[in-house]
């Protein structure tokens, strides 16, 4: 049975593309869990609506996240950690920390998993973490840890 995808899915496609499997396959799981259409002459041509409706709502979110990141341009996170003398942190910053201090200091609204850390930190200082809003949109933060 021919279907069209409409998501990615590991083994079987790509979303939209339009793909050959087992009838049980299609009938039982994908469409009915909406992974899937049957790739007939008149889902066919939604294909090209429905690839045109998600190009316009991905451009628009790269333009927002575009916004965000002209937004953290030369912004500095300050983090109270708590130390030792010689300027070790007890314990370390996580991408958790940097995400919740962005929400609160900048409200900015960033998932973790957005959050890519340079290195383990475990001195206080000035660093600069990655922030993966999009495939085509990165930006950078730089956060300072303060002694509380």
């Known amino acids: 049975m021919d279907l ?24 039982n799981f994908l469409i009915p869990k909406g992974l899937g259409l049957i790739a007939n002459d008149t ?25 965000i990141v002209t937004k953290l341009e030369d912004q500095t996170l300050k983090i109270g950690v708590k130390s030792g ?7 370390s910053i996580t991408n958790v920390q940097i995400a919740s201090q962005l929400k609160e200091q900048l409200e900015i609204d960033v998932e973790r998993r957005q959050v890519v850390m340079p290195e ?6 000035t660093y600069t973490a990655e922030i993966n809003f999009h495939p085509e949109v990165q930006g950078k933060i730089d956060f300072e840890l303060v002694k509380e």
């Open 85 to 91: 003398t010689s300027g070790k942190i007890f314990g």
């Open 120 to 125: 383990e930190i475990k001195e206080i200082g």
């Open 4 to 27: 069209i995808l409409l998501k990615n899915l590991d083994r079987v496609g790509d979303k939209h593309e339009v793909v050959s499997v087992k009838n049980g396959y299609a009938r």
């Open 43 to 67: 889902n066919l041509k939604r294909l090209e609506e429905l690839k045109a409706k998600e190009q316009a709502e991905e451009d628009k979110s790269i333009a927002e996240y575009e916004e």
